[in-house]
């Protein structure tokens, strides 16, 4: 099990955030465990944000590189949070084009930038909820 300190302060060599009640004003941060990632877990983090590896393609096809996506679920350190980020990063990933035409008779209309945004948006504000529950 890989551990880690979320802290932005060192004193004394000890790894601590400020608001504690010593009589420098920091308090020890207790280690978190990393989640060490599984094959299954890139899969279904894959699944959640709707990021998947084409039939015949490799992870580098994809939007995100399954390092990309075993980093994000590692500094998280939930699956939950990691797609939320992962949703808000794709948001910010959304460009403009076409959003309708007509060949002969026959018209189409395709998603607006807008929309794809506002989802990208939802869908993170969905599994920042989760992650608040587990």
Same mark, same amino acid.
């Given at each position: &099990?890989? *551990? ?7 004193? $004394?060599?000890?790894?601590? +955030?400020?608001?504690? $009640? @010593? ?10 465990? $990393?989640?060490?990632?599984?094959? =299954? ?11 998947? !590896?084409? %039939?015949?393609?490799? %992870? ?8 990309? *996506?075993? +980093?994000?679920?590692? +500094? ?7 797609? =939320? %980020?992962?949703?808000? *990063? ?7 084009? !076409? ?6 008779? +026959?018209?189409?209309? *395709?998603?607006?930038?807008? %929309?794809?945004? @506002?989802?990208?948006?939802? &869908?993170?504000? &969905? ?8």
């Amino acid at each position: &099990m890989n *551990l880690s300190y979320e802290s932005h302060h060192i004193v $004394k060599g000890k790894k601590r +955030e400020r608001g504690g $009640k @010593d009589d420098a004003g920091y308090r020890e941060r207790k280690a978190v465990p $990393k989640m060490n990632t599984t094959e =299954s877990q890139i899969k279904r983090l894959r699944t959640m944000v709707n990021d998947p !590896i084409p %039939d015949s393609g490799t %992870d580098a096809d994809a939007a995100f590189s399954n390092a990309e *996506l075993e +980093e994000i679920l590692t +500094e998280t350190n939930d699956m939950y949070q990691a797609a =939320s %980020d992962i949703w808000i *990063l794709k948001a910010g990933m959304v460009q403009g084009g !076409i959003e309708s035409y007509a060949v002969g008779s +026959e018209h189409y209309e *395709l998603t607006s930038m807008k %929309d794809q945004y @506002d989802h990208a948006l939802a &869908m993170a504000s &969905m599994y920042v909820e989760r992650a608040g529950r587990s």
